[in-house]
Protein backbone atom coordinates (compact mmCIF):
# COMPACT_ATOMS: atom_id res chain seq x y z
CA UNK A 1 0.00 0.00 0.00
CA UNK A 2 1.39 3.43 -0.86
CA UNK A 3 2.55 5.53 2.19
CA UNK A 4 -0.05 8.28 2.73
CA UNK A 5 1.23 11.74 3.10
CA UNK A 6 0.06 14.38 5.00
CA UNK A 7 0.88 17.97 5.07
CA UNK A 8 0.88 19.61 8.89
CA UNK A 9 1.15 24.01 9.03
CA UNK A 10 3.19 25.02 11.65
CA UNK A 11 5.65 28.11 11.76
CA UNK A 12 7.79 27.01 15.07
CA UNK A 13 8.94 24.01 17.42
CA UNK A 14 6.14 24.21 19.84
CA UNK A 15 3.23 24.84 16.76
CA UNK A 16 4.22 22.01 15.13
CA UNK A 17 4.38 19.73 17.98
CA UNK A 18 0.88 20.22 18.82
CA UNK A 19 0.09 19.73 15.33
CA UNK A 20 1.43 16.07 15.56
CA UNK A 21 -0.11 15.15 19.23
CA UNK A 22 -3.18 16.53 17.39
CA UNK A 23 -2.51 14.21 14.60
CA UNK A 24 -2.18 11.50 16.73
CA UNK A 25 -4.91 11.55 18.53
CA UNK A 26 -7.32 11.82 15.76
CA UNK A 27 -5.64 9.22 13.72
CA UNK A 28 -7.04 5.50 13.50
CA UNK A 29 -5.71 2.41 12.99
CA UNK A 30 -3.74 1.53 10.32
CA UNK A 31 -1.47 4.44 11.12
CA UNK A 32 0.80 3.11 12.95
CA UNK A 33 4.70 3.99 11.56
CA UNK A 34 4.91 7.56 11.17
CA UNK A 35 7.29 9.18 9.22
CA UNK A 36 8.27 12.89 9.92
CA UNK A 37 10.25 15.16 7.62
CA UNK A 38 10.22 18.13 9.39
CA UNK A 39 10.41 21.57 7.99
CA UNK A 40 12.23 21.34 4.42
CA UNK A 41 14.46 18.54 6.45
CA UNK A 42 15.17 21.01 9.59
CA UNK A 43 13.96 20.63 12.64
CA UNK A 44 12.55 16.98 12.74
CA UNK A 45 14.52 15.68 15.64
CA UNK A 46 14.04 19.00 18.13
CA UNK A 47 10.01 18.71 17.02
CA UNK A 48 9.75 14.94 17.96
CA UNK A 49 11.67 15.96 21.37
CA UNK A 50 9.16 18.20 22.28
CA UNK A 51 6.11 16.07 21.39
CA UNK A 52 7.60 13.49 23.56
CA UNK A 53 8.39 16.34 26.89
CA UNK A 54 4.77 17.21 26.07
CA UNK A 55 3.12 13.87 26.01
CA UNK A 56 5.29 12.63 29.55
CA UNK A 57 4.03 15.82 31.15
CA UNK A 58 0.55 15.33 30.32
CA UNK A 59 1.27 11.99 31.39
CA UNK A 60 0.74 12.29 34.97
CA UNK A 61 -2.39 14.11 34.61
CA UNK A 62 -6.25 12.50 33.60
CA UNK A 63 -5.31 10.00 30.70
CA UNK A 64 -6.98 12.05 27.70
CA UNK A 65 -6.31 12.28 24.02
CA UNK A 66 -3.33 10.68 22.54
CA UNK A 67 -2.22 10.35 26.10
CA UNK A 68 -4.26 7.96 27.19
CA UNK A 69 -3.78 5.73 24.08
CA UNK A 70 -0.42 5.47 25.23
CA UNK A 71 0.96 2.66 27.93
CA UNK A 72 4.83 3.92 27.26
CA UNK A 73 6.04 6.55 26.24
CA UNK A 74 9.64 5.89 24.56
CA UNK A 75 12.12 8.20 23.30
CA UNK A 76 15.21 6.89 21.11
CA UNK A 77 17.54 9.54 19.92
CA UNK A 78 19.84 7.23 17.50
CA UNK A 79 21.23 10.00 14.97
CA UNK A 80 24.78 8.25 15.36
CA UNK A 81 23.54 5.11 13.91
CA UNK A 82 25.95 2.41 15.48
CA UNK A 83 24.01 -1.29 15.44
CA UNK A 84 20.67 -2.90 15.62
CA UNK A 85 21.68 -4.27 19.05
CA UNK A 86 22.77 -0.91 20.50
CA UNK A 87 19.10 0.17 19.42
CA UNK A 88 17.90 -2.74 21.11
CA UNK A 89 19.76 -2.47 24.22
CA UNK A 90 18.61 1.37 24.31
CA UNK A 91 14.75 0.33 24.52
CA UNK A 92 15.47 -2.26 26.83
CA UNK A 93 16.69 0.51 28.64
CA UNK A 94 13.77 2.74 28.14
CA UNK A 95 11.11 -0.31 29.07
CA UNK A 96 12.65 0.28 32.61
CA UNK A 97 11.27 -2.71 34.43
CA UNK A 98 12.89 -5.61 32.74
CA UNK A 99 14.45 -9.36 34.19
CA UNK A 100 17.79 -9.10 35.43
CA UNK A 101 18.34 -11.59 32.48
CA UNK A 102 18.08 -8.88 29.70
CA UNK A 103 20.58 -6.56 30.48
CA UNK A 104 22.69 -9.89 31.23
CA UNK A 105 22.43 -11.12 27.69
CA UNK A 106 23.53 -8.05 25.94
CA UNK A 107 26.40 -7.23 28.46
CA UNK A 108 27.24 -11.36 27.13
CA UNK A 109 26.74 -10.46 23.85
CA UNK A 110 28.97 -7.86 23.85
CA UNK A 111 31.70 -9.22 25.78
CA UNK A 112 31.59 -12.06 23.03
CA UNK A 113 31.87 -9.35 20.06
CA UNK A 114 34.56 -7.67 22.02
CA UNK A 115 37.24 -10.44 22.21
CA UNK A 116 35.90 -11.22 18.95
CA UNK A 117 37.46 -8.13 17.63
CA UNK A 118 33.64 -7.14 15.83
CA UNK A 119 32.92 -3.45 15.15
CA UNK A 120 30.35 -1.87 16.51
CA UNK A 121 28.49 -1.39 13.29
CA UNK A 122 28.85 -4.85 12.83
CA UNK A 123 26.91 -6.29 15.74
CA UNK A 124 23.76 -8.36 14.71
CA UNK A 125 20.88 -7.82 17.07
CA UNK A 126 20.42 -10.03 20.35
CA UNK A 127 18.45 -13.28 20.02
CA UNK A 128 15.82 -15.22 22.39
CA UNK A 129 14.74 -10.84 23.25
CA UNK A 130 11.34 -12.76 23.77
CA UNK A 131 12.38 -15.49 26.11
CA UNK A 132 14.51 -12.72 28.12
CA UNK A 133 11.57 -10.93 28.74
CA UNK A 134 11.75 -7.76 26.21
CA UNK A 135 8.42 -7.07 24.36
CA UNK A 136 8.46 -8.07 20.74
CA UNK A 137 6.78 -4.73 19.13
CA UNK A 138 4.81 -6.80 16.66
CA UNK A 139 2.79 -8.41 19.42
CA UNK A 140 2.05 -5.39 21.23
CA UNK A 141 -0.36 -2.20 20.10
CA UNK A 142 2.53 0.11 19.41
CA UNK A 143 2.98 3.10 17.40
CA UNK A 144 6.19 4.27 16.03
CA UNK A 145 7.02 8.12 15.22
CA UNK A 146 10.42 8.41 13.80
CA UNK A 147 12.73 10.57 11.46
CA UNK A 148 15.57 9.86 9.60
CA UNK A 149 16.52 13.57 10.08
CA UNK A 150 18.80 15.09 12.39
CA UNK A 151 22.40 17.13 12.88
CA UNK A 152 22.05 18.43 9.66
CA UNK A 153 21.70 14.82 7.89
CA UNK A 154 19.90 15.30 4.01
CA UNK A 155 20.19 12.16 2.09
CA UNK A 156 21.47 13.06 -1.53
CA UNK A 157 18.56 10.02 -2.72
CA UNK A 158 15.90 11.81 -0.92
CA UNK A 159 13.64 15.11 -1.15
CA UNK A 160 15.72 18.18 -1.35
CA UNK A 161 12.73 20.93 -1.13
CA UNK A 162 10.87 21.49 -3.95
CA UNK A 163 7.51 20.22 -3.15
CA UNK A 164 5.59 19.30 0.40
CA UNK A 165 4.55 15.83 -1.01
CA UNK A 166 7.28 14.49 -2.94
CA UNK A 167 6.42 11.09 -4.65
CA UNK A 168 9.94 9.53 -4.25
CA UNK A 169 11.16 10.52 -0.62
CA UNK A 170 12.88 6.90 0.06
CA UNK A 171 12.63 7.46 3.97
CA UNK A 172 9.13 8.01 3.80
CA UNK A 173 8.79 4.81 2.09
CA UNK A 174 9.24 2.31 5.50
CA UNK A 175 6.10 3.84 6.85
CA UNK A 176 2.50 4.16 6.89
CA UNK A 177 2.09 7.67 6.90
CA UNK A 178 4.77 10.71 5.95
CA UNK A 179 4.09 14.29 7.27
CA UNK A 180 5.74 17.09 6.04
CA UNK A 181 5.85 20.59 7.63
CA UNK A 182 4.57 23.90 5.78
CA UNK A 183 4.28 27.26 7.25
CA UNK A 184 0.93 28.09 8.11
CA UNK A 185 -1.38 30.73 5.72
CA UNK A 186 -0.35 33.43 7.89
CA UNK A 187 2.99 33.21 6.53
CA UNK A 188 2.05 32.23 3.25
CA UNK A 189 4.48 35.62 1.86
CA UNK A 190 6.65 33.50 -0.89
CA UNK A 191 10.32 33.14 -0.30
CA UNK A 192 10.86 36.62 1.77
CA UNK A 193 7.92 34.85 4.68
CA UNK A 194 9.03 31.77 4.51
CA UNK A 195 13.39 31.88 4.90
CA UNK A 196 12.81 33.14 8.67
CA UNK A 197 10.34 30.18 9.34
CA UNK A 198 12.96 27.81 7.75
CA UNK A 199 15.76 29.56 9.58
CA UNK A 200 14.22 28.99 12.75
CA UNK A 201 13.96 25.38 12.51
CA UNK A 202 17.59 25.20 11.05
CA UNK A 203 18.54 26.98 14.66
CA UNK A 204 16.66 24.39 16.88
CA UNK A 205 19.30 21.50 14.41
CA UNK A 206 21.67 23.78 15.63
CA UNK A 207 20.74 23.97 19.13
CA UNK A 208 20.81 20.12 19.69
CA UNK A 209 24.16 19.96 17.92
CA UNK A 210 25.89 22.31 20.23
CA UNK A 211 24.94 19.90 22.93
CA UNK A 212 25.39 16.84 21.22
CA UNK A 213 29.54 18.10 21.71
CA UNK A 214 29.79 18.42 25.64
CA UNK A 215 31.48 22.10 24.57
CA UNK A 216 29.47 24.20 27.17
CA UNK A 217 28.82 27.89 26.17
CA UNK A 218 30.48 30.01 25.43
CA UNK A 219 32.93 27.85 23.29
CA UNK A 220 29.88 26.07 21.28
CA UNK A 221 26.91 27.93 20.74
CA UNK A 222 24.13 27.09 18.12
CA UNK A 223 25.38 30.52 16.01
CA UNK A 224 29.21 28.93 16.02
CA UNK A 225 27.57 25.70 14.47
CA UNK A 226 25.56 27.76 11.99
CA UNK A 227 28.28 29.22 11.00
CA UNK A 228 30.37 26.24 10.29
CA UNK A 229 27.76 25.01 8.64
CA UNK A 230 27.50 27.88 6.37
CA UNK A 231 30.79 27.67 5.96
CA UNK A 232 30.72 24.19 4.43
CA UNK A 233 27.94 25.15 2.35
CA UNK A 234 29.97 28.35 1.14
CA UNK A 235 31.91 26.49 -0.37
CA UNK A 236 29.58 23.96 -1.76
CA UNK A 237 31.42 21.07 -3.41
CA UNK A 238 33.71 23.09 -6.09
CA UNK A 239 37.18 22.29 -4.41
CA UNK A 240 37.46 18.69 -3.54
CA UNK A 241 37.83 18.82 0.38
CA UNK A 242 36.94 15.68 2.22
CA UNK A 243 34.91 17.85 4.79
CA UNK A 244 34.41 14.48 7.22
CA UNK A 245 38.11 14.37 7.51
CA UNK A 246 39.08 18.21 7.77
CA UNK A 247 36.08 20.09 8.72
CA UNK A 248 37.53 21.19 11.67
CA UNK A 249 41.13 22.19 10.67
CA UNK A 250 39.10 24.91 8.39
CA UNK A 251 37.19 26.33 11.48
CA UNK A 252 40.08 26.72 13.57
CA UNK A 253 42.35 28.14 10.87
CA UNK A 254 39.84 30.54 10.12
CA UNK A 255 38.76 31.74 13.74
CA UNK A 256 35.53 30.41 13.57
CA UNK A 257 36.38 27.82 16.60
CA UNK A 258 39.00 28.91 19.10
CA UNK A 259 40.19 28.07 22.52
CA UNK A 260 38.13 27.61 25.21
CA UNK A 261 37.75 30.58 27.35
CA UNK A 262 38.98 28.85 30.39
CA UNK A 263 42.05 27.58 28.88
CA UNK A 264 40.16 23.62 29.83
CA UNK A 265 39.85 22.81 25.96
CA UNK A 266 42.18 23.56 22.87
CA UNK A 267 40.34 25.20 19.28
CA UNK A 268 41.51 21.22 17.82
CA UNK A 269 40.05 19.33 20.60
CA UNK A 270 36.29 22.09 20.32
CA UNK A 271 36.56 21.38 16.61
CA UNK A 272 36.93 17.62 16.28
CA UNK A 273 33.71 17.34 18.94
CA UNK A 274 31.66 19.37 16.59
CA UNK A 275 32.76 17.45 13.56
CA UNK A 276 32.03 14.01 14.50
CA UNK A 277 28.40 15.51 15.61
CA UNK A 278 27.31 16.59 12.30
CA UNK A 279 26.88 15.23 8.47
CA UNK A 280 28.55 17.39 6.33
CA UNK A 281 28.04 15.53 3.46
CA UNK A 282 25.98 18.00 1.37
CA UNK A 283 25.16 18.19 -1.99
CA UNK A 284 25.02 21.16 -4.02
CA UNK A 285 21.51 22.05 -3.85
CA UNK A 286 21.42 21.60 -0.06
CA UNK A 287 24.49 23.85 0.52
CA UNK A 288 22.95 26.45 -2.25
CA UNK A 289 19.66 26.47 0.28
CA UNK A 290 21.61 26.61 3.19
CA UNK A 291 23.31 29.48 1.97
CA UNK A 292 19.89 31.52 0.76
CA UNK A 293 18.24 30.48 4.45
CA UNK A 294 21.27 32.58 6.48
CA UNK A 295 21.65 35.32 3.49
CA UNK A 296 20.47 37.49 6.29
CA UNK A 297 22.26 36.77 9.26
CA UNK A 298 24.00 39.73 11.07
CA UNK A 299 26.77 37.89 11.84
CA UNK A 300 27.53 36.15 8.46
CA UNK A 301 31.04 37.01 7.04
CA UNK A 302 31.34 35.56 4.06
CA UNK A 303 33.11 38.37 2.74
CA UNK A 304 35.83 36.96 4.55
CA UNK A 305 35.70 33.76 2.38
CA UNK A 306 37.65 34.55 -0.78
CA UNK A 307 37.71 32.15 -3.48
CA UNK A 308 39.06 32.93 -6.76
CA UNK A 309 40.47 30.62 -9.73
CA UNK A 310 43.51 30.89 -11.92
CA UNK A 311 42.05 31.32 -15.28
CA UNK A 312 40.06 34.62 -14.32
CA UNK A 313 40.47 37.50 -16.63
CA UNK A 314 41.53 39.17 -13.48
CA UNK A 315 43.98 36.77 -11.81
CA UNK A 316 46.97 38.46 -12.57
CA UNK A 317 45.88 41.34 -10.67
CA UNK A 318 43.76 39.39 -7.88
CA UNK A 319 44.22 40.76 -4.60
CA UNK A 320 43.15 38.88 -1.51
CA UNK A 321 41.24 41.59 0.58
CA UNK A 322 42.75 42.55 3.76
CA UNK A 323 39.50 40.87 5.82
CA UNK A 324 40.17 37.92 4.43
CA UNK A 325 40.15 34.88 6.55
CA UNK A 326 40.03 31.94 4.08
CA UNK A 327 41.21 32.13 0.51
CA UNK A 328 40.44 29.20 -1.54
CA UNK A 329 42.20 29.26 -5.02
CA UNK A 330 41.15 26.99 -7.97
CA UNK A 331 43.77 26.18 -10.51
CA UNK A 332 41.25 25.60 -12.93
CA UNK A 333 43.02 25.19 -16.90
CA UNK A 334 41.12 26.23 -19.84
CA UNK A 335 40.58 23.20 -22.82
CA UNK A 336 42.83 24.90 -24.76
CA UNK A 337 45.72 24.23 -21.81
CA UNK A 338 45.08 20.05 -22.28
CA UNK A 339 48.16 18.31 -22.55
CA UNK A 340 50.53 21.21 -20.97
CA UNK A 341 51.23 22.08 -17.75
CA UNK A 342 48.68 23.16 -15.77
CA UNK A 343 51.08 24.44 -12.47
CA UNK A 344 49.91 28.02 -11.18
CA UNK A 345 51.24 29.93 -8.77
CA UNK A 346 50.00 32.16 -5.80
CA UNK A 347 51.82 35.48 -6.54
CA UNK A 348 53.05 37.55 -3.40
CA UNK A 349 51.45 40.34 -5.02
CA UNK A 350 47.83 38.65 -4.08
CA UNK A 351 49.00 38.41 -0.42
CA UNK A 352 49.76 42.63 0.38
CA UNK A 353 46.85 43.45 2.36
CA UNK A 354 45.80 40.20 4.49
CA UNK A 355 47.19 40.13 8.16
CA UNK A 356 46.74 36.81 8.31
Not at 78 to 98: G, H, M, N, P
Not at 115 to 134: C, I, K, L, N, Y
Request: proline share 4%.
Amino acid sequence: MPTERIILKADNIDGAAEQIIRFLEDSDEGRDVIYFHGSYGFGASAILKTVVERLRSSSGSANTGATGLLGKIIHIDFSRWQSKRALQKAIAEELVVLPRQVMALFDKNDEEDDFDGVEQSARVAATSMWEAGVPVIGQLSRRVLWTSRGRFWHHAKDWHGEELAPAELESAKLSDVSIFLAPSPLFKLGQVGLLPIVRNFMYAEAEEVAKYTGVPEPDMTPKIVMECILYRAARDNDHNINWESHASNYWVCDGIIQDAANGGRSAWEIGNALQRNVNWDLCNRCAQGICKVLSGEQWIRTNRWVSATSDSEKASKFQVPCQATSFFWTAAAPSSTIGQNRTRVLEASMFEHPAR
